[in-house]
């Protein structure tokens, strides 16, 4: 840790990385007492390769243009399909009384 006046922290500007990788922290000080305390941040972290994950995915059938598409125009989507069904009486267990 370095201590730095305001006039020496002024003069050390443009060089103010280089102290910091140097010392990691720097603190000014007015009249003998700390007023700020200057910390490097970490290193930035890289980012990740998600490539493992898009393989271990399946494909999809349907292009998702698509299915948005059906999305956002009811009109042009597939109406689902749908079995028989059965009357309201058919469903009934038989010996029910409504």
Excluded: F, N, Y
């Excluded at 000080?29 to 995915?57: F, T």
């Excluded at 299915?67 to 689902?80: G, H, M, Q, T, V």
């Amino acid at each position: 840790m370095k201590k730095l006046t305001i006039r020496e922290t002024r003069q050390a500007l443009p060089h103010l990385d280089r102290l910091l990788a140097a010392e990691g922290e720097v603190t000014i000080a007015r009249r003998g007492e700390a007023i700020a305390r200057i910390v490097a941040l970490g290193k930035k972290k890289a980012m990740p390769s998600h490539r493992d994950l898009r393989e271990k995915m399946t494909r999809m059938r349907r292009g998702s243009e698509k299915l948005i598409r059906e999305d956002r125009d009811p009109a042009s989507a597939i109406p689902p399909q749908r079995g028989p069904t059965r009357s309201r009486d058919a469903q009934r267990e038989p010996g029910h009384r409504t």
